[in-house]
């Protein structure tokens, strides 16, 4: 069925609702990637058979749905119509769930969220802490829809946009809105939206080009990899509609390939929106045909940056070019090419149906709407985040990370993936937008966010970063292939014990110079971790060169473990399980490890039932 | 034509020329390694970035690429530029010791130590012979292989290429192999022979106009 009009797409969505009983039971299983591994597939599979069983007068959907975002707690369960919030939800629960709360209209107990701060249970999703200080509006139907389904996302008023910009808006209202929004490249570059797509509308040339770009590689990040896989149609969406206001007929995705549940969803999309005529030729009776292919990355970070992305698509090798002229006047095969993340092109659906000023609402004074951003490390509550930007980094690591695990001290946290830096506890009340990020010597980048704990050594952090650019590196200019080398070289030596002083002058000086001469934006950024850690925390560094110690106990040529005799019963856990056979001791008298023989694995550590083995 | 200045002296250029060949036209000296005249520009071995303000901002760009524009000021030397160009130039030649062309350039920007572990190395991955092999020669035999740290030049699955003529156009545009520094005692250190001599004219003709290629050496004395 092709959908022509805008009254026929209001039909449906309307007969969709009105089939709709608002009060059936239906059970949302989140089978994204992060539930996925935790066994979200067989409690899903498991909620199928177990209704088929008890099935006997009762009516219940059952849906797959993409990333809640609350992935520490996963697999993750909603029950509507009460919105009932089950977490760590494993098969053996399913038949419990099915008779209590399908049935009987119970709630399990056991399964909900227990919010640390009250001690008190949490029955609703909106309830809990880490959802509560979120606004999530591009991840909004992330969990409410079945990616898979089509009439899922008409039915929460998909593809109303794309009616509204193509039957009642002219190209360059489009354009406007979207300029009047303020919405800048969520991809990390933060350009503005609205001006890019002007300028490639303007440029000369009679085709045109659109690319979504889901290339996301930066460890740590999942934030593109959850839009793409929870609603792949809110990127389509967008994409059509930019395509129109641009002038576009061809459009293009670029995701990489160790993605393949969100090439999946986004392949089963182009082909729902081609079956609903929202692709295709004369989309919605417009003189406007456009079609979208979906192009796999071979996994190079470096083709994330839009002249390595466009060289990609090309067939050729993924390497940058210095871009004194834009990709917007001559990008993909030298036509005029516009650009943008995946995320922002979910963002265009949501400032045509709900208008520029609703938008520019939200948000600091540069930077409008919300940020996506990947919470991980060493916090309570792991997930996907949204929040509007602005808000402060004490806010999203405390408030709805939930502080750091095990009640230990924050040390930094690293927003932009290695291209980012670290930001020390006394930045805590920065607010998140791009630009006071960039000031903080770090970037918002593909929006992961890492956070590290006091058992975090900085200089390592930066070494591990480093060694991630080194191999990711496409090697084409000096700066990036030989001056990253060169800090790894120096600051693995740093890590070891081997470096003098002038060496960390060194380090600091081709930093510099790194960041200024490299050839595209990976190079420009790879020295980010390395000039922040060596700003905000020299001391570490200066222990490292000066002291040669470890404060944080992780760099393993710089420490030694000991055993407290006081602490050591002599238990023997440790002696048993040492790979090196270093330590020694008669049962119950206090054991002892031999430092020559040592290589500080840490094995003995971990086994100590009493918390005799320390790091010096 | 546009106007731009370059160095505070003011000059015209064709449009859709770059700075780089403005101003070797004018005769202001930039050093380059990825760039020749008659190959496509690369942008890579970035020797030739300068400083240019546009009126709003000021930024390195990379002069073989950046089109001359009307009212830039460029600055091919300025204290930025030269620090990071020297410093390039450490690292290349902690790369590579026994490149002749790499040894003068030291020598020329006074370039006194490396810092880094020399290694010994033949390639700059400057990408010259690949352009000019399939530009010039329109034979395309090699080119880059690998990423990163293992990038290099060869012949499509490292066996004897087919389409090779042993032209030997490659070799004659390489800079590091085919012209090896003799100023080296050992393999892995910096030349710097051409600093030592301190030509008579420094010394009596304070005010003589060198036409000879620079041999650095007046830049040194001035500098101590």
């Known amino acids: 069925m092709k959908i022509r009009t805008n009254q026929v797409l209001v039909a449906l969505r309307n007969s969709l609702l009105e089939n709709k009983d608002p009060n059936k039971p239906c059970v949302r299983v989140c089978v994204s990637t992060g539930c996925r591994a935790r066994g979200s597939l067989d409690v899903l599979e498991a909620f199928r058979e177990e209704v088929m069983k008890q099935g006997s007068g009762i009516d219940v959907d059952i849906k797959q749905t993409g990333c809640h975002g609350f992935c520490e707690r996963g697999p993750v369960v909603v029950i509507g119509p009460k919105e009932i919030f089950y977490q760590g939800v494993k098969p053996y629960d399913v038949p419990e769930v099915v008779s209590k709360t399908l049935h009987k209209g119970e709630v399990v107990d056991r399964l909900l969220y227990l919010d640390p701060a009250t001690n008190q249970k949490v029955l609703c999703e909106t309830e809990v802490p880490f959802y509560r200080m979120q606004t999530r509006r591009i991840l909004a139907n992330n969990g409410r829809i079945d990616p898979t389904n089509i009439l899922d996302y008409i039915t929460v008023g998909g593809y109303q946009a794309l009616a509204k910009a193509i039957t009642t808006m002219s190209c360059e209202k489009i354009i406007h809105t979207v300029e009047k929004s303020g919405l800048r490249g969520l991809g990390g570059g933060g350009f503005p939206t609205g001006r890019k797509w002007r300028s490639c509308r303007e440029a000369e040339g009679d085709i045109r080009f659109v690319i979504g770009n889901g290339d996301e590689g930066d460890p740590g990040a999942f934030s593109d990899r959850s839009l793409m896989e929870a609603n792949p149609h809110s990127i389509l969406e967008g994409l059509i509609i930019g395509a129109y206001a641009i002038g576009a007929k061809q459009g293009y995705l670029y995701v990489r390939s160790e993605y393949p549940l969100a090439l999946k969803h986004l392949q089963i999309a182009i082909d729902q929106a081609k079956e609903y005529g929202f692709l295709g030729d004369a989309i919605f009776g417009a003189e406007f045909d456009l079609d979208i292919d979906i192009i796999r990355g071979g996994g190079a970070f470096v083709c994330g940056e839009s002249s390595a992305l466009v060289a990609s698509i090309e067939g050729k090798v993924g390497e940058p070019r210095t871009k004194y002229i834009h990709t917007v006047e001559r990008g993909l095969w030298n036509k005029p090419t516009n650009l943008n993340n995946v995320k922002t092109w979910a963002c265009i659906p949501l400032i045509v149906n709900n208008g520029a000023d609703w938008y520019a609402k939200m948000g600091t004074e540069k930077c409008k709407g919300t940020a996506i951003f990947s919470l991980v490390g060493k916090v309570n509550n792991t997930g996907l985040i949204e929040v509007p930007m602005g808000t402060s980094l004490k806010q999203i690591i405390y408030d709805i990370g939930g502080g750091i695990l095990e009640g230990k001290k924050f040390k930094a946290v690293q927003t932009g993936g290695p291209s980012g830096g670290c930001i020390p506890e006394e930045l805590l009340d920065l607010p998140v937008d791009f630009d006071r990020l960039t000031e903080a010597g770090s970037m918002m980048g593909s929006g992961g966010m890492i956070v590290m704990d006091e058992a975090t050594c900085m200089v390592d952090v930066a070494r591990y970063f480093l060694d991630f650019l080194q191999y990711e590196s496409c090697g084409k200019c000096v700066p990036c292939r030989e001056g990253v080398k060169r800090m790894l070289e120096i600051i693995t030596d740093i890590t070891a014990g081997r470096a003098e002083k002038e060496k960390l002058e060194l380090l600091q000086e081709l930093a510099e110079m790194v960041k200024d001469f490299s050839l595209c934006g990976l190079g420009r950024t790879s020295p980010n971790t390395v000039l922040s850690t060596l700003k905000y925390f020299q001391d570490e560094y200066r222990a490292h060169v000066k002291d040669k110690k470890c404060t944080a106990g992780v760099c393993k040529d710089l420490i030694e473990y000991f055993i407290l005799e006081n602490k050591c019963t002599g238990c023997g856990a440790c002696l048993k399980l040492c790979p090196q056979q270093a330590i020694r001791g008669r049962p119950k008298n206090p054991h002892t490890i031999d430092p020559s023989k040592c290589f500080r694995c840490g094995v003995c550590r971990d086994a100590c039932p009493f918390e005799a083995i320390m790091v010096k | ?224």
Do not use: W
Not at chain 2, 5 to 11: A, N, W
Not at chain 2, 136 to 143: C, L, V
């Open chain 2, 1 to 224: 034509m546009v106007t731009l200045t370059i160095d505070g002296v003011k000059v015209q250029a064709e449009e859709g020329s770059t700075i780089l060949e403005v101003a070797r036209f004018y005769g202001f000296n930039i050093p380059t390694l990825c760039y020749h005249e008659e190959l496509t520009p690369y942008g890579a071995c970035r020797l030739c970035v300068v400083e240019v303000h546009d009126g709003r901002r000021i930024r390195l760009v990379t002069s073989c690429l950046y089109p001359a524009k009307e009212g830039i000021q460029v600055k091919t030397h300025s204290q930025r530029v030269v620090k990071g160009r020297k410093l390039i130039l450490e690292l290349l030649i902690a790369r590579c010791p026994n490149s002749k062309t790499l040894q003068d350039l030291a020598s020329k920007m006074g370039l006194e130590q490396v810092r880094f572990k020399m290694e010994d190395k033949d390639c700059i991955l400057c990408g010259l012979c690949v352009r000019m092999c399939t530009e010039q020669m329109g034979s395309g035999a090699i080119d880059f292989v690998g990423r990163g740290q293992e990038r290099e030049v060869v012949t499509p699955f490292r066996v004897p290429s087919e389409i090779c003529r042993n032209c030997g156009a490659c070799m004659y545009i390489c800079p590091v192999v085919e012209l090896q520094c003799r100023g080296v005692k050992s393999p892995r250190e910096l030349c710097n022979s051409c600093l030592v001599i301190t030509p008579h004219c420094v010394d009596k003709y304070d005010q003589v106009m060198c036409t000879l290629d620079s041999c650095g050496a007046c830049v040194q004395k001035e500098e101590k």
